[in-house]
């Protein structure tokens, strides 16, 4: 059964072809469709389009449905195209005629569209607080360990000296970073799109400013074109937001991977986080760290997947769009999974304390023994040279444990209220409560 099917079906091969994983991603948003329906179900019965016993009908219909999905009790039923078909075939089903006026002053294009507005915006919330909750672990980090120094790296050669609070901090202001990119996407998926239809608008008296309170939008796409138009530009968006988060997540799967190593030893994790060998007792392998490196790579290459099915499309809906489902659906699921799944290992990571007292690591502080000349009046150039030959001539012995770095953001002072204040605000600027009030009225 299809909406827009009249006398003679499609091809079977056609109709594989076309439908594809659909039905798969359909089921995501199904709640999404029945929310959309109330909303559009109310503001057809202001402007006169339903009779307000056909609009009881409905939203007990819809609101029943809507039960049946949070139970895992809804399905597609075979030879249903869509979800959209199937909640429009139910409501026929038991309530009758009025199930077949839903879809008045619609389009499957705007019912579609406002369908993934919904789920990228209920989507974001969850990764929002997925990187809240990481935040937070990392600032714990970061302040319970800011005396335990560690090596630093430029070109993956020793540098200068760091710490562990330093280590950890530089990811929880990097999420704070993060978030500014997916308040963009956010604030797209925030628009309202019902009553576009298929772009072009209706000949009936749509309310849409209606459904746009209804369900909690922050404001709509007033041009109607555009509506159809920001199908895909919100895709693109969220996928450079979700790419920023797992760039930020890659870096320190990546240093995790590497400070585990035996080499380096200056983290571990207990034996029943990390896998083992078949042939090679002692083996304690990093495999979450290593799987959440090669899966955020994935991540990072979904704006271009997402880019490339948007190239050279016209004004107004394409089937192409369809696919814009199959790359972002599960990297939203995989970016949940992976900033989760780094909260759930670093709570148990156990740092090695006391490493730059080992005389291996005496060059990281050159730099330190240069600008004490410097502060003794030398010129930088002559204090340079002064600790470069001592090192080649092996006769440089630095204090390894005098570390005087003062200002903003360095060992000495992490910052860590004023990153906590920056997330705060970005945090504020999502306003999902105002998203969960509207839509716990609507439901209600």
Known sequence: MKLWQKDIDSKKEVEQFTIGKDPEFDLVLAPFDVIGSLAHAIMLEKVGLLTKEELILLRKGLKDIYLEIEKNQFQIGEGVEDVHSQIEFLLTQRHGEVGKKLHSG???????????????????RE???AVQELFELLQNLSEKHKADLMPGYTHTQLAMPSS??????????????????????????????????????????LDRSLTTKLLGFEDLHHNVINAQNSRGKTEKTLAFALSGICGTLNKLASDVCLYMNQHFSFISFPDELTTGSSIMPHKKNPDVFELIRAKTNQIQGVPTTVSLILTNLTTGYHRDLQLLKEALFPALDSTLSCLRMSHFMLKEIKVKSHLLDNPFYKDLFSVEEVNKLVLM?????????????????NDFHPNQTAINHTHEGSIGQLNTKEIKSKMDIRLAAFDFESVNLALLKLLG
């Open 106 to 124: 619609r389009s499957r294009n705007d019912q579609v569209l406002v369908d993934l507005k919904l789920y990228y915006r209920a989507a974001i």
């Open 127 to 129: 990764l929002v607080e």
């Open 164 to 205: 562990f609070g330093l280590w950890f901090g530089s990811f929880a202001e990097g999420l704070t970073e993060d978030l500014d990119l997916l308040l963009a996407a956010y604030k797209l998926a925030n628009k309202n799109p019902l009553g576009s239809a298929a772009g072009y608008g209706s000949s009936f008296p």
């Open 377 to 393: 009046g030398i010129p930088f150039r002559d204090a340079y040279k002064q600790v470069g030959q001592a090192i080649e001539n």
